[in-house]
Antibody
Framework: QVQLQESGPGQVKPSETLSLTCSVSGASISSSNWWNWVRQPPGKGLEWIGEIYHSGSTNYNPSLKSRVTMSADKSKNQFSLKLTSVTAADTAVYYC??????????WGQGTLVTVSS | DVVMTQSPLSLPVTLGQPASISCRSSQSLVYNNGYTYLNWFQQRPGQSPRRLIYKVSNRDSGVPDRFSGSGSGTDFTLKISRVEAEDVGVYYCMQGTHGYTFGQGTKLEIK
């Protein structure tokens, strides 16, 4: 059974960097899937942040591209998200998800990150 | 950017009655391989999204057959033949043909 688990600080100060890691079990991030981050502000809808392939190739949402960096650690079967210069608008539940054929078949449980001083 | 527009945004339904959600895209979702990457997700309160339907009409394993997806090009529909209490939540369409974009979500509640 494929499982994804997000981890990272639950609170980040404004202007600082949000860092999250997604640990994958039951599947290899070296497989032919893209590994994604999606976020959901409280009470709002879903927003795609970006994706990474095990080769290191990435695609980012244009609206966040200047602040986002994703990386993958094949030895740990993990991938990570960094979002710089955060503001209150970045407060959200952050999900990691596996892309398969233009869709997301597995999601993490999500982690709430609050931007506050 | 592809914009996904769902309607209605709120859907009160009587138990046992059918429900239908529309999703329209701002451009065709047919990929150059002929596939259409239109998906439907259910998000129950406090839970992660769960995929119900992929590539327009393919139901995921474990999804009740009262859920069905249809459509083509830019116009898609999710139907629930008989709504049950466990169907309460928010339903999102998502396109994976041109990057990834979600609809605004449709909140299904029981009347």
């Amino acid at each position: 059974q494929v499982q994804l688990q997000e981890s990272g600080p639950g609170q980040v100060k404004p202007s600082e960097t949000l860092s999250l890691t997604c640990s994958v079990s039951g599947a290899s991030i070296s497989s032919s899937n893209w590994w994604n981050w999606v976020r959901q502000p409280p009470g709002k809808g879903l927003e795609w942040i970006g994706e990474i392939y095990h080769s290191g190739s990435t695609n980012y949402n244009p609206s966040l591209k200047s602040r986002v960096t994703m990386s993958a650690d094949k030895s740990k079967n993990q991938f990570s998200l960094k979002l710089t210069s955060v503001t209150a608008a970045d407060t959200a539940v952050y999900y990691c998800a596996r892309e398969s054929e233009g869709s997301y078949d597995y999601w993490g449980q999500g982690t709430l990150v609050t931007v506050s001083s | 950017d592809v914009v996904m527009t769902q309607s209605p945004l709120s859907l009160p339904v009587t138990l046992g009655q059918p429900a239908s959600i529309s999703c329209r895209s701002s451009q065709s979702l047919v990929y150059n391989n002929g596939y259409t990457y239109l998906n439907w997700f259910q998000q129950r309160p406090g839970q992660s999204p769960r995929r119900l339907i992929y590539k327009v009409s393919n139901r995921d394993s474990g999804v009740p057959d009262r859920f069905s997806g249809s459509g083509s090009g830019t116009d898609f529909t999710l139907k629930i033949s008989r709504v049950e209490a466990e169907d309460v939540g928010v339903y999102y369409c998502m396109q994976g043909t041109h990057g990834y974009t979600f609809g605004q979500g449709t909140k299904l509640e029981i009347k």
